[in-house]
């Protein structure tokens, strides 16, 4: 049995190691990322964790991790921004209000899945133009959905959140452990 963390996201392969899993490979999945028509952040989200569960390659025996994690501001979907003009749009609505950052995880052994979705209730103050601007310079925006990272500067723009600080960041390390538990995943050593 190998355990394959299917992401390219550096912040999963850390938040993996808080637990003391070490991946025996990493296979990032390529999959269509566009919402479907109407789709709702949090289906959408659960889809796209078992879509790229089912994209990785593995041996029958083989445990796959994957997830993703989306930004929700009601029923709208904030995506990784294309570029700064991108980001701050996002930026200026998600500032002065209350959104959902939900991660979905997904193993898989085999045929059998394990999956779920954590939501966690962000709110992000309103930001002054040399704020915003000084954000978008740093670059941090890049590949994080809704463009920030809660981890990073945009820390400062976040004084309260209510849930899972490892799910915005990426992979929700709590629930990440119960479900690699279940697919037979010694996590404590002992053997499955
Ligand atoms: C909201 C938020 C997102 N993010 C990141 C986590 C994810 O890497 C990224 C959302 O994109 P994802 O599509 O979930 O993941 P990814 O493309 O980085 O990696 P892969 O699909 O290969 O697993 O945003 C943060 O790092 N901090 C935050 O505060």
């Known amino acids: 049995m190998k355990l394959i963390l299917g992401s390219a996201s550096p912040r999963r392969k850390d938040l993996l190691a808080q637990l003391g899993v070490v991946p025996d490979a990493i296979l990032p999945p390529d999959i269509d990322e566009d919402p479907k028509p109407r789709e709702l952040p949090r289906p959408y989200c659960a889809r796209l964790a078992r879509e790229k569960a089912a994209a990785v390659a593995a ?18 979907i904030l995506g990784k921004p294309a570029d700064a003009g991108e980001a701050a749009a996002f930026l200026t609505l998600l500032g002065g209000r209350r959104h959902q950052v939900i991660t979905a995880v997904a193993v898989r052994r085999g045929a059998r899945l394990w999956s779920r979705e954590v939501v966690t209730d962000v709110k992000m103050k309103r930001l002054s133009d040399v704020e915003l601007n000084s954000y978008l310079a740093s670059g941090e925006w890049q590949g994080k959905a809704g463009g920030y990272a809660i981890q990073g500067l945009a820390g400062a723009f976040i004084p309260w959140i209510s849930g899972s600080f490892t799910g915005v960041v990426g992979l929700p390390v709590a629930e990440t452990a119960a479900l690699l538990a279940a697919a037979g995943y010694p996590l404590y050593g002992e053997t499955a």
């Open 59 to 76: 041996d029958p025996d083989d445990i796959v991790l994957c997830a993703d994690t989306t930004v929700a501001l009601g029923r709208r």
